[in-house]
Nanobody, 118 residues
Framework: QVQLVESGGGLVQAGGSLNLSCAAS????????MAWYRQVPGKSRERVAH???????NYADSVKGRFTISIDNAKNTVYLQMHNLQPEDTAVYYC????????????WGQGTQVTVSA
């Protein structure tokens, strides 16, 4: 049973910072890439940042220069450092990973709430 377990998140004032982490656990062969998405009620899920196994990051325009994604392959963990948070960053943040047991398949974390007050 593969699981993505997220931690971090919470309530912060505008301009503040938060850190998220997501660890993959269970029995699997490999992880090809990991990402963070976010979703607000009534809207589709939006990819915030993505990182390859090799460590190459990619960001949504809305978070460039404020968010940093990183990966620790030894710990099967992806991190998201979020700085200068704004009210529009308020959402449920989901961890995503492509994980191989027999084939590569998508896995999602349970989601963690990030709330930024004005």
């Amino acid at each position: 049973q593969v699981q993505l377990v997220e931690s971090g998140g919470g309530l912060v004032q505008a301009g503040g910072s938060l850190n998220l982490s997501c660890a993959a656990s269970g029995s699997f062969v490999a992880i090809s890439n990991m990402a963070w998405y976010r979703q607000v009620p009534g809207k589709s899920r939006e990819r915030v940042a993505h990182i390859t196994h090799a460590g190459t990051p990619n960001y949504a325009d809305s978070v460039k220069g404020r968010f940093t994604i990183s990966i620790d392959n030894a710990k099967n963990t992806v991190y998201l450092q979020m700085h200068n948070l704004q009210p529009e960053d308020t959402a449920v943040y989901y961890c995503f990973a492509n994980i191989r047991i027999n084939t590569f398949d998508p896995y999602w974390g349970q989601g963690t709430q990030v709330t930024v007050s004005a």
